[in-house]
Structure formats: C-alpha cells, structure tokens
C-alpha cells in the first residue's frame, strides 16, 4: 500500500480499498439473504410443530445433528447450508396428514400408515416450487427411503438414494428413538446403538452410519 500512494497517490489507495469493500458489502448482503431464508423455513417448520405436538423440536435436532454430521462427512459448505434447510423442512408434508393420525397412540393401522408414508411426497411438492429450495426436494423426498430398498416412497437402493437423504435418513432415525413418542417412550442411549450397529448396510448408508456412531461417541451428542 506504501508503493501504491508513493507510485500513484490516493487514486491508488482508494483503488486498493474497492474491491475489499464491494466483497464485504456482497458478503453482508449474503449474511442477510441467508438469515430471511433460515426465518422462513423455520415459519413453516413451526406449523408441524403446532400441528405435531409430539414431535415439537424434532426438526431443529435434526438440523444441527445433520449439519455435524455433514461436517464430519468433508461435505462442501454449499451442501451443508442445503442440508441444513431440507433436515428443518424434511416433515413439511405431515401437515397433510391428519391430525388423529399423527397424534395416534398405540400402533397405526395399515390405512392408516400409507397415509403417513405419503408425507416425503407432499412436503417435496410444497417446497420444489420455492426457488431457494428447489435443490432439497429430493432430499425431503427421499429421506424414508432404506439402503436395503425397503423404503418408500420408491424403494431406492444403496448409492442410488440421494447422499443428502441418505445421511438425513440416520440424523431423523436417531432423533426419533431419542424422544418420547406417542407410542412409546425414548430409547436408552445403549439400546439407540444398538440399532444403529443393527441397521448398519440395511436400513442405513454403512459409511454414514460409521461415522455417526463415531459422532455421538465422540462429541456425547444426546
């Protein structure tokens, strides 16, 4: 900067500074965008919540457990803020599923699950149609399906699953052992890794689950 003003003067200076100053403007503007897209997600994330009062919460567990888990996956940090939003908005669909369904106690009916394992179908429906969302449809979609192809509402298998919603797959399954639910109550961190270790290959990726077990070991997720 010295050579600059001795070379050019103030011109220079100044110069020097517009560039920083534009990439710090873009960067606010980013921080801002990113912040609009984080409140509205969780707008919609909050009518499951006053719609399923059993699961209040679930959303925003999973999202931070999927955010560590991506982190210690090496995913880049564009797909880390997409995970983010699909792990926030991945039950968005429940909201068309009856409410005597959802609030269920005892085991649902055959009728009456069908109707729940539509709920990736309608929350990918609600949020495609958002721009800033488009890239988590498949993901919200996907997010039941089984490493096996046992899932739904396709039966995928294995790599064919989307990576997003096979890693979301885990975060979702755990989070839901580890809470109350109407049908039953939490499972001890014991038996939670041991249906971890179970499902490893099956209904999970077997890289992914590795490292989330790793994960909870680690850092005592809960």
């Not at 020097?16 to 994330?45: G, H, N, Q």
């Not at 399923?52 to 982190?71: F, I, M, N, Q």
């Not at 890693?167 to 809470?179: E, F, G, Q, R």
């Amino acid at each position: 900067m010295a050579i600059i003003y001795v070379e050019i003067g103030i011109v220079g200076i100044l110069l020097f500074f517009f560039p920083l100053l534009l990439a710090r403007r873009s960067f606010e503007l980013y921080t801002k965008m990113r912040k609009m897209y984080l409140d509205t997600i969780r707008t919609l994330a909050a009518a499951i919540d006053a719609k399923d009062p059993y699961t209040h919460g679930h959303s925003e567990r999973v999202s931070s457990l999927a955010v560590k888990l991506a982190r210690k996956l090496d995913f880049i940090d564009t797909e880390i803020e997409y995970i983010e939003y699909a792990a926030i908005l991945h039950d968005i669909g429940k909201i068309g599923i009856e409410d005597r369904i959802l609030g269920k106690k005892g085991r649902l009916t055959d009728e009456e699950y069908e109707k729940v394992k539509k709920h990736p179908v309608i929350g990918a429906g609600i949020i495609e149609s958002i721009e800033f969302l488009e890239k988590c449809s498949d993901t919200v979609l996907y997010h039941h399906e089984r490493y096996d192809g046992k899932g739904y509402p396709d039966g995928l298998k294995g790599e064919d699953i989307p990576k997003f919603a096979r890693l979301l797959a885990i975060v979702d399954s755990y989070d839901a052992m580890n809470s109350d639910r109407p049908y039953r109550k939490k499972l001890s961190a014991q038996e939670i890794l041991a249906e971890l270790e179970n499902e490893t290959g099956k209904q999970f990726d077997p890289n992914m689950v590795k490292v989330f077990i790793s994960l909870i070991r680690e850092e005592g997720v809960n």
